[in-house]
């Protein structure tokens, strides 16, 4: 079974997490085994969100880094997460390009510029 993990920075502001927190909501109406997990700064953490997933029964993980460019985290913090994880939870963890590197991205930018004009 697959499972998903959306992976946000996390933020001393509660309205902001809890904004990532309402996208999860929206996205388990079409996705089963989905959570949201945070690098830093607010729960749960990506270790946590590995737990869950594999306790749910997931052999496999897709990781969605909801970041736009790829800083720091995306190159080194998420990698070596991801490695601790897969050698600690014996579980295959796939890192998808971080959002910002998306055509659909890009494309979904073009459409808000687009329809407001």
Do not use: W
Not at 1 to 26: P, W
Not at 32 to 48: G, K, N, Q, V
Not at 61 to 81: S, T
């Amino acid at each position: 079974m697959n499972g998903y993990i959306l992976l946000s920075h996390g933020s001393k502001v509660k309205a902001s997490n809890e904004a990532s927190f309402e996208v999860l909501e929206k996205l388990r109406g079409k996705i089963e085994h989905i959570e949201l997990a945070f690098l830093e700064l607010a729960e749960p953490d990506f270790e946590s969100a590995v737990c869950v997933l594999k306790e749910s029964g997931a052999s496999s993980i897709k990781v969605l880094p909801l970041f736009l460019a790829p800083g720091k985290h995306v190159r080194e913090d998420v990698p070596a997460l991801r490695e601790m994880c897969v050698q600690k939870y014996e579980v295959e963890i796939t890192v998808l390009e971080h959002i910002g590197a998306n055509d659909g991205y890009i494309k979904l930018i073009e459409a808000i510029l687009l329809d407001n004009e």
